[in-house]
């Protein structure tokens, strides 16, 4: 299928200025019309919007079909039930974690690639977990309540315990199938409940070779056109079974067509479009520049790691590739915050929204901000573990606060270590991934050179830490001395509580227990003196965008399932129309052989029998972040057209705001799905089931 050039570029030639104006206009008055903007949660819909741009109203049938079809992977990417028997299409590079558990020195299935052609050959993830919305409640009252009154700790605690005691009641016994989620909206506006249906064994079915799934690599990522198969099947199982979905989506194997309305539902992870400017100037002035020094070191470090030996680069993998993903991902926020019209337009949406207002809440959350920039660099490197980047180090911290948070009352603990939320932090913590040391020790020497450099040699924890030796020789002291990359032993250590950890003379529980305290120390300035006043303030904001706007506008991203809109259109780059679709037969004369542009022999081999001219990769207007990756698209049938994986290189700034011109999400064409695993992978048991009605 291969619409004619004519059809393929629909550009909307709004000016720069003006563009901005649309982009925030949803903030500042009427939404408008141009823009495709919005991540919108399932029981607020635009409708009207929707009616009006595209002729498609969806009824309620439509909608409960919808949420009940969409997947979220809970490590931080979506998915969706593709049949009755529990089959999850998501993409290949969500499921890593999973195939990285799975692999081996000996067997590869990270770049060999990975199809089970039966039920019994489908491989159990180390620690992956699906959950699936079921209800939405809105708590806000509750927790209104609880906090009424509160400032600073005191107003942190009460909320904590009080979202402890809704998520407990909501689990009830059943935390083994059943997640539930207290979920800030509108930036502490609206509080509302999510309770899912939670699988906690999921199997890897089906994923490509890393050359394949990620072809291109760096220089292709978040770029268009692409030509990748970043495409991956799980499976949902109940009680040893394949689980029985009562709704799921149906593939459309002609898939997307130019100008076709698509909808994208899934989990977008987190945006910052309605963050005051105080805040935006933090993060442009302080967050994102350490981070993105962080992350240009961290991949250096792995790149000098992988280069020592075949095996150390196959267990760097991964954690490159996220990490070249994340450095791109957060270079292009900062640029778009170094954007003088950007930001402009940011202080114009603001004064708007103040006008006639009491300033109290900004004024608040601006004098917050001075030790938000204080706290940054303390809290990046203690309570976020930075200074620590070892997996060992994280199985030491889990151990050491649990022992010390289930001693206490439910509503009185950390919110990660409450009742509600025990089955995936027991399912993590004991993941039988394994654990290499040289590379644990690599990563620790760097991340303990860091900290001592950030902190300076006089710290009293650097020195606690350190002491009188080097990072290498500490780390190499704690990966080699330690019995934690053992299952038993962590499990052993979990089950015995306090006295357990009291008694054990594991170094990473000596060292977690030694940076604990000044890293809650830390945690605690940060909600006291930052957190809780953004929070209250942050509630009184809304409250004024409540009443100038209503619910018109779309909350920013929370990990909660959103449906975007949007059609099939490329844009115009200087001047240059861009195509929304590739082909197949374009990945093998993009094929020079040599990474990252080196397809796999399996492929090489099925160029014959792949018919050429089936479309791969297309774009839309659809508004997606980060956490979106393995979202179905699908049409007002209901019906999977395509699978979103990426943006392009202009979608970057979405963070902050949405280009209707220039913005684009990136995704794979189901008749690619199809088309690969019935020509190249012989795999007709999954297409039949895809296929199945």
């Known amino acids: ?24 206009g949803g903030l500042l ?45 809970a490590g931080g990417c979506s998915g969706s039930f593709v049949s009755p028997d529990g089959l999850v299409l998501t993409n290949a590079h969500c499921v890593v974690g999973c195939v990285q558990g799975l692999s081996s020195a000996e067997r590869d299935l990270q770049n060999d690639g990975f199809v089970a052609k039966a039920r019994e050959e489908e491989l159990q993830c180390p620690a992956e977990e699906l959950n699936v ?20 700790q005191a107003y942190v605690d009460a909320r904590n315990a009080e979202k402890s005691r809704i998520e407990s009641e909501c689990v009830g016994g059943d935390e083994a199938k059943t997640r539930c989620d207290v979920v800030e909206l509108y930036n502490g506006g609206q509080q509302h409940l999510y309770r899912y249906d939670r699988y906690s064994d999921v199997r890897l079915v089906f994923s490509p070779e890393y050359s394949v799934g990620f072809f291109g690599g ?12 970043d495409a991956a099947l799980l499976r949902a199982y109940e009680d040893g079974k394949p689980a029985q979905v009562d709704h799921h989506f149906t593939i459309k194997p002609e898939g997307a067509e130019a100008g076709e309305l698509v909808m994208v539902t899934g989990h977008p992870g987190r945006t910052q479009r309605q963050l005051t400017v105080a805040q935006l100037e933090t993060v442009r002035d302080v967050s994102l520049i350490n981070t993105l020094l962080w992350l240009a070191e961290r991949r250096a470090m792995l790149g000098q790691y992988g280069r020592s030996s ?21 270079r292009g926020q900062l640029q778009a915050l170094l954007d003088p019209q950007v930001f402009a337009g940011k202080r114009a949406e603001e004064a708007r929204l103040r006008e006639g207002v009491d300033a109290a809440p900004w004024n608040e959350v601006e004098a917050a901000q001075v030790a938000a ?4 660099v303390p809290y990046m490197l203690l309570e976020q573990g930075r200074g620590f980047d070892s997996r060992l180090f994280g199985i030491a911290r889990t151990l050491v606060r649990g022992a010390d948070e289930r001693a206490k009352p439910n509503e009185s603990r950390l919110p990660e270590y409450q009742e509600a939320g025990q089955g995936r932090l027991q399912q993590t913590l004991l993941s039988k991934a394994p654990v290499y040391p040289e590379y644990e020790i690599a990563k620790l020497t760097w991340s303990l050179t860091k900290f001592r450099e950030l902190l300076g040699t006089d710290d009293p924890l650097v020195k606690a830490v350190l002491g009188t030796q080097s990072p290498a020789q500490v780390a190499t002291a704690l990966v080699e001395g330690s019995n934690l990359a053992d299952v038993a032993e962590r499990e052993r250590l979990w089950n015995g509580g306090a006295a357990a950890i009291e008694a054990s003379d594991d170094p990473f529980i000596r060292l977690a227990r030694i940076v604990d305290a000044p890293a809650r120390a830390v945690r605690k300035r940060q909600e006291s003196e930052v957190s809780s006043i953004e929070s209250r303030a942050a509630t009184q904001i809304a409250k004024v965008r409540f009443d100038k706007l209503g619910t018109t506008v779309y909350p920013d991203a929370t990990f909660t399932l959103r449906l975007s809109y949007g059609d099939v259109a490329g844009w115009d780059e200087n001047g240059k129309p861009i195509e929304p679709f590739t082909t197949m037969g374009g990945v093998f004369a993009r094929n020079t052989g040599a990474e990252p542009y080196a397809l796999p022999k399996r492929w090489l081999d099925a160029q014959g029998r792949i018919a050429q001219d089936t479309p791969f990769n297309f774009v839309s207007t659809n508004d997606i972040i980060g956490g979106n990756s393995g979202s179905p698209v699908i049409n007002r049938d209901a ?10 290189i202009h979608s970057l700034g979405g963070n902050f705001w949405y280009d209707p011109r220039l913005n684009r999400t990136v995704s794979v064409h189901s008749a690619a799905i199809i088309e690969s695993l019935k020509s190249v992978y012989g795999a007709d048991a999954l297409v039949e089931e895809l296929l199945q009605k």
């Open 373 to 376: 920039r204080q706290l940054a």
């Open 133 to 152: 919305l079921r209800e939405i409640t809105d708590v806000s009252g509750r927790l209104a309540s609880a906090a009424a009154g509160k400032q600073g």
């Open 310 to 330: 075949e095996e150390a680069a196959r267990q760097a993998q991964s954690d490159l590739t996220f990490t070249d993903n994340s450095y791109k991902v957060v």
């Open 639 to 648: 019906e999977v057209v395509g699978l979103a994986f990426d943006g392009n």
């Open 29 to 73: 008055g009427a939404p408008a019309v141009l823009a495709d903007e919005g991540m919108w949660t399932l029981d607020n819909l635009p409708k009207t919007a929707l009616q009006s741009q595209y002729g498609f109203a969806p009824d309620q049938a439509w909608i409960d079909h919808a949420m009940q079809a969409s997947v979220r992977l």
């Open 218 to 229: 760096d220089p292709d990522n978040f770029n268009f056109p692409r030509y990748n198969l």
């Open 1 to 24: 299928m291969a619409p004619a050039a004519s059809v393929f570029t629909r550009s909307r030639p709004v000016r720069a200025r003006q563009l901005l104006a649309v982009c925030i």
